[in-house]
Nanobody
Framework: QVQLVESGGGLVQPGGSLRLSCAAS????????VNWFRQAPGKQRELFAA???????NYAVSVKGRFTISRDNAKNTMYLQMNSLEPEDKDVYYC??????????????WGQGTQVTVSS
């Protein structure tokens, strides 16, 4: 079973930056997509950034130009670089990986979540 461990969250002032990491416990084969979600209390989890196996990226309008998603396959780690943070970015952030198992079944793994707070 693959585990995803997130780190890098915390408190930052408006306009500041954070880099979230999502480390897999072992090599994940046949990754189809790596996604980042965020969730505010009482609200649905929101997909805002994704990178496909081919390297294509997609971002929600709210984060485009400020956030960058990337992968380091050698380290089994995914990253989310967040710049120009705004108070509205305060949420719990989750990484998510979609793969296909050797038997051909779709699999989805989640990180435990990390809190990001943007406040002066």
């Amino acid at each position: 079973q693959v585990q995803l461990v997130e780190s890098g969250g915390g408190l930052v002032q408006p306009g500041g930056s954070l880099r979230l990491s999502c480390a897999a416990s072992k090599n994940i084969f046949n990754i189809k997509a790596v996604n980042w979600f965020r969730q505010a209390p009482g609200k649905q989890r929101e997909l805002f950034a994704a990178i496909t196996s081919g390297g294509s990226t997609n971002y929600a309008v709210s984060v485009k130009g400020r956030f960058t998603i990337s992968r380091d396959n050698a380290k089994n780690t995914m990253y989310l670089q967040m710049n120009s943070l705004e108070p509205e970015d305060k949420d719990v952030y989750y990484c998510n990986v979609h793969t296909i198992s050797p038997q051909g079944y779709p699999m989805s793994y989640w990180g435990q979540g990390t809190q990001v707070t943007v406040s002066s």
